[in-house]
C-alpha cells in the first residue's frame, strides 16, 4: 500500500491537470464575447500560423501584446491596457466614444495574410480569409526565395523574423477632424429645382469598425472588422430644404460635416517579390472611429434663398452644412451606381435608408470618407501609404439594440432641366463570416447629378468606365 501512493498522488495531479486544462479551454471557447480572468483576457486562436496580437495606443505606439504560434494546448493570456484609452476617452465631454479592440496579424501555414479585430475568446485564423499569398489574385512568379525565407509557392516569400520586425515598425496616429459624412453635387446645371432631406441618428446601437486596407503590389484589398458600440451622448440631425431650391450655379454642392475623432494605424510585414526580384514591404493600414464630437439634436433648415436656420439644437459641436467637402478624397476604388433621368417633372434621383440590423450588411453600415489631414498624413510618409489612403474610410454599422436607434437616410429629389445621370457611390468591403468571406458594398452618401460632360465624377456615366486621375474630390499629396 505504501508503495501504490506515489502512483496515486501522480494520477491525480494528471486528472487535476487534464481537468484545468479543459476547464480553461472551455472558458476560452466563448464565441461572443472576451472572456477575462484576473485581469486577463483569455483567447483561443485555432488555426494555423503565426500570429500578433496588438494594441494602438494613445501616445501613438502600437504596443505588442503577445507573438506566438496557432493551437496549443492551453489558451493564450493576454493583458489588454485598454485603461489607456478609457482614461483618455472619458471626459466631462458630451461625445460618443468607442474604445478601439486588439487586433490580431496572422499568416498561416497554407499562406493567408489577415488582420482582424477581437472581439471574443475564441479566434479563428482560418476563418477570415484576407489575402492569399499564394497567389489567387497575383501573376504567379517563378523563382527561389531568399535562405531561410518563407515561400508559399505563389509571388511572395515572408522574412521568417517577420514578428519580431512588428512593434518597431508599427505606428498610429490619432486625428480629431471635422469631416463631410453625406454630400450632394450638381453639374452644369443639369437640374432646375432640387429638393432633399438627410437624416443621421448615433447612438449606443452605432458600432465602431476597423477598416483595414491591404497594399500587395498592383492591388489593395479592404476588408473591416467588429469594433466596440459607442456609449455616451448621441446624435440626432435632421437637414432638409424648406421648399425646391433653385439651381443657379454651373456646379451647385451641399455637405454635411460633423467633428469626429479616428485612429489610423499603419504597419509593414517584410517580403520578397519573386517576379521583380526585389526586397519590399506590404503596406497595411488601419482606421477606426473612436469619438464623435457632435452630440445632441438638431433639425437644419435651408430657405429657399440659400440660408441656414437651425430650428432646434443641444448638444456639443454642432454640425456644419458647408458648400465645399471636409474629406481627402472619395476612394478611388469605389463603384459608382447610376440611374437614369429623362427631362420631365419632378424625379426622386437618390434614396438610400440604412436601418439597424443583426450583421454587418450593406443596408447596416455606412462610410465616411478619410479627413484630410489624415490623407496628407499617409500620403506624406510613403506612396504605398497614400495609395492605401486613397481607398480606405472611416466604417460604421448599425446594429440591434434595445431602447436606442440608429440610422442614416439620404433621399434628393429634382426638377431636370436637361437628361441626366443621378449617381452614388459604394465602397466594396471583405467581411468575414463563419468560415467564408464575404463581400458588402457598403454606400459612402455623396450623390452626384450630371450629364456626363464634364471632367468628373471619375466614372463616365455614359460609359461606366472609371479614371482614377479625375475624382472630383481628389486631393494631391503635398
Not at 18 to 40: I, K, P, Q, W
Not at 236 to 244: A, L, R
Request: charged share 20%.
Amino acid at each position: 500500500m505504501v508503495r501504490k501512493k506515489p502512483l496515486l498522488v501522480v494520477l491525480l495531479l494528471i486528472l487535476l491537470g487534464g481537468t484545468t486544462v479543459g476547464a480553461l479551454n472551455y472558458t476560452a471557447g466563448n464565441e461572443d464575447s472576451v472572456t477575462r480572468v484576473l485581469g486577463y483576457d483569455v483567447y483561443r486562436i485555432e488555426g494555423s500560423g503565426n500570429y500578433i496580437i496588438y494594441y494602438p495606443l494613445p501616445n501613438g505606439s502600437v504596443k505588442v501584446l503577445k507573438n506566438g504560434k496557432a493551437g496549443g494546448l492551453f489558451p493564450t493570456f493576454v493583458k489588454v491596457p485598454r485603461h489607456e484609452w478609457i482614461k483618455e476617452l472619458s471626459t466631462a465631454e458630451k461625445a460618443l466614444y468607442a474604445p478601439p479592440t486588439p487586433l490580431i496579424l496572422y499568416i498561416t501555414e497554407d499562406g493567408k495574410l489577415g488582420v482582424k479585430s477581437i472581439t471574443s475568446s475564441r479566434i479563428k485564423l482560418e476563418s477570415e480569409k484576407t489575402l492569399n499569398l499564394k497567389g489567387d489574385y497575383q501573376v504567379q512568379a517563378k523563382g527561389s526565395c531568399p535562405r531561410g525565407w518563407i515561400d508559399f509557392g505563389g509571388r511572395y516569400c515572408l522574412d521568417p523574423q517577420w514578428s519580431l520586425h512588428f512593434d518597431s515598425r508599427a505606428k498610429s496616429k490619432t486625428f480629431d477632424e471635422w469631416v463631410s459624412v453625406m454630400g450632394l453635387k450638381i453639374e452644369n446645371r443639369v437640374a432646375e429645382k432640387v429638393d432633399y432631406h438627410w437624416l443621421l441618428q448615433l447612438s449606443r446601437s452605432t458600432y465602431s469598425y476597423w477598416t483595414v486596407g491591404i497594399d500587395v503590389g498592383p492591388f489593395n484589398v479592404i476588408t473591416v472588422s467588429l469594433g466596440n458600440h459607442f456609449e455616451g451622448w448621441g446624435l440626432d440631425i435632421g437637414y432638409e430644404v424648406d421648399g425646391p431650391l433653385q439651381v443657379r450655379s454651373n456646379t451647385w454642392e451641399r455637405y454635411l460635416n460633423i467633428k469626429v475623432e479616428y485612429i489610423v494605424a499603419h504597419a509593414k510585414v517584410p517580403a520578397y517579390d519573386k517576379l521583380t526580384r526585389k526586397y519590399m514591404d506590404i503596406e497595411i493600414v488601419q482606421t477606426y472611429p473612436i469619438k464623435i464630437h457632435s452630440t445632441g439634436r438638431y433639425t437644419i433648415l435651408e430657405s429657399s434663398n440659400g440660408q441656414i436656420k437651425f430650428t432646434e439644437s443641444y448638444g456639443s459641436n454642432p454640425p456644419r452644412i458647408t458648400k465645399t467637402p471636409n474629406l481627402w478624397t472619395i476612394p478611388e476604388n469605389v463603384e459608382w451606381t447610376r440611374s437614369w433621368i429623362g427631362v420631365s417633372t419632378w424625379k426622386r434621383a437618390i434614396y438610400l435608408r440604412q436601418n439597424q440590423s443583426k450583421e454587418f450588411s450593406s443596408s447596416s453600415s455606412l462610410n465616411i470618407p478619410l479627413g484630410y489631414a489624415a490623407g496628407k498624413y499617409l500620403t506624406r510618409i510613403s506612396p504605398k501609404l497614400g495609395k492605401l489612403a486613397n481607398t480606405i474610410s472611416i466604417t460604421v454599422g448599425f446594429h440591434h439594440s434595445s431602447g436606442y436607434r440608429s440610422m442614416a437616410e439620404y433621399s434628393v429629389k429634382i426638377k431636370p432641366r436637361k437628361s441626366c445621370y443621378a449617381m452614388y457611390s459604394v465602397l466594396g468591403v471583405n467581411v468575414g463570416t463563419s468560415g467564408a468571406k464575404t463581400k458588402v458594398n457598403v454606400p459612402l452618401v455623396f450623390g452626384v447629378i450630371t450629364d456626363g460632360k464634364v471632367p468628373s465624377p471619375p466614372c463616365n456615366p455614359r460609359t461606366g468606365v472609371c479614371v482614377d486621375s479625375t475624382n472630383p474630390w481628389g486631393r494631391e499629396g503635398d
